[in-house]
T-cell receptor, first 116, second 114 residues
Framework: AQSVAQPEDQVNVAEGNPLTVKCTYS??????LFWYVQYPNRGLQFLLK??????LVKGSYGFEAEFNKSQTSFHLKKPSALVSDSALYFC??????????????FGGGTRVLVKP | KAGVTQTPRYLIKTRGQQVTLSCSPI?????VSWYQQTPGQGLQFLFE???????NKGNFPGRFSGRQFSNSRSEMNVSTLELGDSALYLC?????????????FGQGTRLTVV
């Protein structure tokens, strides 16, 4: 079975400060890891993914994430947060084996509030 | 390139009724997955289709069903609606259901059961 934990329900940060959203995962096979963002009354918008290779992954809108295999973590980061980054962020994992298909297991989400 | 299209955007149904939701994937995408999002349970996987075949199914009762057509469009059906079925239902499409492809989500259908 696979699982994802996002330990913080909400993260508050001042505009211009660094933003970090934490995620840890558990999966039996090779982890395929994703970050999505959701704005009110909208679907999920893909930010970035880790499949293999460099542990630091760069994505959309200045976001990046660092994969740490020993700590089974995949934290999302942004060097300088914007008010418009305020949204709900989801970390997701997929087992890399073919039989697992596209089934994503999501964390509970972290609400990010960036204050001016 | 058009994104994932879900119709309708909003639905209000009465307990006991049934409902059908539709999803048109991104052109060329052959894999479609469905998720239920509620405040209490978060995002939960319902099922996944590829080449008109269900490949994976989540832990939902048999009242929840789906299908995929030859043009990759998908529908999901919920019969005998319960109040607890009120949720945002999200459809996601991807090129194929394996490999390093990511899933792209539609805007969702907000179902309210009264």
């Amino acid at each position: 079975a696979q699982s994802v934990a996002q330990p913080e329900d909400q993260v508050n940060v001042a505009e211009g400060n660094p933003l970090t959203v934490k995620c840890t995962y558990s999966v039996s096979g090779n982890p395929y890891l994703f970050w999505y963002v959701q704005y009110p009354n909208r679907g999920l918008q893909f930010l970035l993914k880790y499949i293999t290779g460099d542990n630091l992954v760069k994505g959309s809108y200045g976001f990046e994430a660092e994969f740490n295999k020993s700590q089974t973590s995949f934290h999302l980061k942004k060097p300088s947060a914007l008010v418009s980054d305020s949204a709900l962020y989801f970390c997701a994992v997929r087992d890399g084996i073919k039989a697992a298909g596209n089934k994503l297991t999501f964390g509970g989400g972290t609400r990010v509030l960036v204050k001016p | 390139k058009a994104g994932v299209t879900q119709t309708p955007r909003y639905l209000i149904k009465t307990r006991g009724q049934q409902v059908t939701l539709s999803c048109s994937p991104i052109s060329g995408h052959r894999s479609v997955s469905w998720y239920q999002q509620t405040p209490g349970q978060g995002l939960q996987f319902l099922f996944e289709y590829f080449s008109e075949t269900q490949r994976n199914k989540g832990n939902f009762p048999g009242r929840f069903s789906g299908r995929q057509f030859s043009n990759s469009r998908s529908e999901m059906n919920v019969s005998t609606l319960e109040l607890g079925d009120s949720a945002l239902y999200l459809c996601a499409s991807s090129l194929i259901p394996w490999g390093d492809t990511e899933a792209f989500f539609g805007q969702g259908t907000r179902l309210t059961v009264v």
